[in-house]
């Protein structure tokens, strides 16, 4: 994979609460379910919410060629009956995938001040190689970014989004038992991670959490268990009951919290 130098880089990885283009969403695939016998129902709920979100923005939905005919009949079904809402755009885009989670094998948007785009490619192994086959994830973020013209900046790691939070103002948020972890990039210290968060995304300062909660088997996304809710403020979950798992791993992370300062000194 080719990887672009950039010495220096005038765009930054937006927040969650910014305002968006689209939403973009991996239609599910059966193979790749825990219970494939549910590939019905998982199909109808996902419907529900492409319309939900259509209400209000466009919304561009990754399919696999063989899924079109039948999608494409799904949401031509549901806008014909009376109580479907009233819809904004909805693009159904060919491109395979083995699995739907597409915040995490999907790009990372970037913008600069002017509001231009660009995009970062990570690699994608599946969560540390845990559920094979994940080649047509990895490929997920190439083809997005090819299919709305995108500059692509292919990042010399492994990464997802959900292991990932930033406040807009310099600082990200991850946990070490993600990004630390030897099935993701063994050959990488946390200083040389870092300098590439910092490079790809813009930030000034990294703080790191421990660990996600017991059992997570992202090995610990950030996503899971903290995110910010407005520069300067973290929202945290936290356990309050000692006999649990996580009590002490969001005790632990509480502290680090109340201990760290952003990018702007808070």
Same mark, same amino acid.
């Given at each position: ?6 010495? #220096? ?13 689209? &939403? ?7 193979? #790749? ?14 419907? =529900?919410?492409?319309? $939900? ?22 949401? =031509? ?9 009233? *819809? ?30 660009? $995009? ?40 997802? @989004?959900?292991? +990932? ?10 946990? =070490? ?11 990488? #210290?946390?200083?040389? *991670? ?6 790809? +995304? %813009?930030?000034?300062?990294? *703080?790191? +959490?421990?660990? @996600?909660? #017991? @059992?997570?088997?992202?090995? %610990? ?26 009590? &002490? ?5 509480? $502290? ?6 952003? $990018?702007? @000194?808070?």
């Amino acid at each position: 994979m080719s990887h672009t130098p950039l010495p #220096s880089l005038p765009y930054a990885m937006p927040p969650e609460w910014t305002t968006h283009q689209r &939403t973009f969403i991996s239609w599910p695939v059966q193979d #790749s379910m825990v219970y494939p016998e549910n590939f019905i129902a998982v199909q109808n709920w996902y419907l =529900e919410l492409v319309l $939900a979100i259509a209400e209000f923005e466009p919304v561009a939905v990754l399919v696999n060629p063989e899924q079109l005919e039948q999608v494409q009949g799904l949401i =031509e079904e549901r806008q014909s009956q009376p109580d479907c809402p009233a *819809i904004q755009d909805i693009d159904l885009l060919l491109i395979p995938h083995n699995d739907a989670w597409i915040r995490d094998n999907g790009p990372t948007f970037l913008k600069n001040s002017t509001g231009a785009l660009k $995009a970062v490619n990570w690699q994608f192994n599946a969560w540390g190689g845990k559920y094979a086959p994940w080649d047509l994830d990895d490929a997920v973020a190439s083809a997005i970014l090819a299919q709305y013209n995108v500059t692509r900046l292919d990042a010399p790691l492994v990464m997802e @989004g959900g292991s +990932l939070h930033v406040d807009g103002e310099g600082t990200l948020l991850t946990t =070490e038992e993600c990004l630390l972890n030897p099935n993701r990039n063994p050959s990488l #210290s946390r200083e040389q *991670i870092e300098a590439h968060l910092r490079t790809y +995304l %813009g930030v000034e300062t990294v *703080i790191w +959490l421990k660990r @996600g909660l #017991s @059992g997570d088997e992202t090995d %610990g996304h950030v996503d899971n268990i903290a995110c910010f809710a407005a520069p300067g403020q973290v929202l945290i979950q936290v356990c309050d009951d000692p006999e649990d798992d996580n009590y &002490t791993i969001t005790q632990e992370n509480l $502290a680090l919290l109340e201990a760290a300062t952003d $990018a702007r @000194g808070r």
